[in-house]
């Protein structure tokens, strides 16, 4: 999957939710005007602002360029004064006849004559007749294709190509490209950058059983959107989160956060509960049935980067601040905490599904922690992963023990954390600076990255042999992929087909 930009988030929807034929909205002319008058306000807000912050830049540069006006005006003096004197630069031949000059070619004037091209701009209501055109008379029209007996094949509608079936997994990443945000599944353009996202599958206009398919973004701005992924070419979210409105003063009320969304998590256990973490230093949780914020939890003193809900205790919270601060509580009673100080800002974390009592968290130094919240403060061990930052990680939802890296190092590696963690494969992509690995949630072994270059990979890992050896006895999943990949390999040499070599081996193994 190739586009342009940079991607900086992903999420995966699962398979069997979304419509087979996904609803086109059409707007009225109100509804258009109506967007348009909204997205004018959001483009003069952003331009004040940066007009704001560029205010004392601009001082700056204007005494700097006062300064250089000075100099050239002294360098220009001098110029003119020097061409003055110098009488051979002169030059008395007029500019038009010089053109004329070049333009009296033989050659040329032969052509002109020959096509009489001299009076060409003169000629007026030429004849199709004489351009070989007086035929069109006795050509034949058909009202559609379907009349026409020389048209032999049917025409494509194009209602397939957004057919969806229940075997496919979609996939949402957030795309920056030319200073525009985007989400690429049915090309959404947001309001601003996109910073995380996550799948939702809670929706409360369904009455029947409130089962829905949307996509929480958060971006630089301080309200949360709520996409319909079930609604191509939606031209705006179908709820908002915390926006903020203006009072008749012109100043701002902010029923939510007060800057930037750093991260989302839905409450899988409690389907009507988002988390929400913010540069403005809170927590937040919202109600998706009402779209208000129940919640406010205040007790990091940095911006909070992420948010984490416990695969098995539904109200238990992770969360990460700048500074490298963990924090896990009980959103019930939240005045008893579990701290961990880490050693630089946190980039990433995730609970591990086979073992829910432990979290994995990468940092801007290239450090992975394993920690436990049965020993608050403690890690479990700790791995030097990268050269760079732990831009992500991801662990897999089906098989125990397999953590994926990435790095803007421009590598994605492949570990086994049961027991003592070791490397199992590390590879370059192709992608630039990697900012985003996430498994697919129906299969233990696809992955799909995303980094720099703006393309997004579909990563196999059952198909790499040190990855099959390692964990093929840990999950189903990966034993029957086993199973198909052997009885391939078997088939092949039946026909005495050749076999490609195994080049995935990893880079050394064993702690780096």
């Known amino acids: 999957m190739d586009s342009e930009g940079i991607i900086v988030c992903s999420a995966w929807v699962p398979r069997g939710v979304a419509k087979r034929e996904p609803t086109k909205i059409e707007l009225t002319p109100e509804e258009m005007e109506k967007l348009m008058k909204e997205t004018e306000e959001q483009l ?8 704001d912050q560029n205010e004392d830049n601009d001082d700056d540069d204007d005494d700097d360029e006062n300064e250089d006006e000075d100099h050239d005006d002294d360098n220009n003096e001098k ?57 069109i008379r006795g050509l034949t029209y058909f009202s559609n294709n379907s009349q ?20 496919d997994n979609l996939l949402a990443i957030g795309r920056i490209d030319e200073g525009i945000g985007r989400i690429e599944i049915h090309d959404m353009m947001l309001s601003s950058f996109p910073v995380c996202m996550d799948w939702v599958g809670f929706d409360p206009g369904n009455e029947d059983d409130n089962r829905g398919n949307l996509l929480a973004v958060g971006t630089m701005e301080p309200q949360i959107e709520l996409w319909d992924l079930d609604v191509l070419e939606a031209p705006e979210p179908a709820v908002y989160l915390g926006r903020p409105t203006k009072t008749r003063k012109g100043k701002k009320k902010y029923p939510g956060h007060k800057d930037a969304v750093l991260g989302l998590a839905w409450n899988r256990g409690q389907r009507s509960l988002l988390a929400s973490g913010s540069a403005d230093k809170t927590v937040r949780l919202w109600d998706l049935n009402s779209a208000e914020c129940l919640r406010t939890y205040t007790h990091h ?5 992420l948010v984490r809900w416990n695969p098995k205790e539904v109200s238990v919270l992770a969360t990460a601040a700048h500074g490298g601060s963990v924090q896990i509580f009980d959103t019930r009673t939240p005045d008893a905490v579990a701290n961990w100080s880490l050693d630089s800002d946190i980039e990433c974390l995730e609970w591990c ?31 030097n992963a990268h050269d760079s930052a732990v831009s992500s ?3 897999s939802p089906m098989v125990s023990g397999l953590l994926a890296t990435a790095s803007p190092d421009e590598s994605v590696k492949i570990w086994d954390i049961q027991g003592d963690p ?4 590390s590879k370059d992509y192709d992608l630039g ?73 990893a880079d050394g193994g064993g702690f780096e």
């Open 44 to 51: 003069r807000d952003a331009t004040l602002q940066s007009e």
């Open 79 to 135: 110029n003119e004064n020097n061409l003055q004197g110098d009488d051979n630069c002169q030059d008395d031949t007029p500019q038009k006849d010089k053109m004329d000059d070049a333009n009296d070619d033989p050659e040329d004037e032969e052509i002109v004559k020959e096509f009489g091209l001299e009076t060409y701009d003169e000629e007026a209501g030429m004849s199709l007749s004489g351009a070989g055109m007086g035929n």
């Open 148 to 167: 026409d007996p020389y048209i032999t094949l049917e025409e494509d509608d194009g209602e397939d190509d957004f057919a969806i079936e229940t075997s």
């Open 301 to 305: 003193t940095n911006k909070v980067e």
């Open 353 to 383: 599904p086979w073992d829910p009592t432990n979290f994995i968290a990468g940092t801007a130094y290239g450090t992975v922690y394993k920690c436990s919240v049965q020993n608050p403060g403690l890690p479990v061990f700790t791995l």
């Open 393 to 395: 990680l991801a662990v």
């Open 422 to 425: 070791s490397l199992v494969l």
């Open 433 to 505: 600076a990697v900012f985003s690995v996430s498994f697919c949630p129906d299969s233990g072994y696809q992955l799909a990255c995303g980094g720099h270059h703006g393309g997004v990979k579909i990563v196999h890992l059952a198909e790499s042999g040190p990855v099959l050896r390692r964990f093929r006895e840990r999950n189903l999943d990966v034993s029957s992929y086993a199973e198909q990949l052997a009885a391939r390999i078997s088939e092949k040499r039946k026909h005495d087909l050749p076999i490609a070599e195994d080049d995935d081996e």
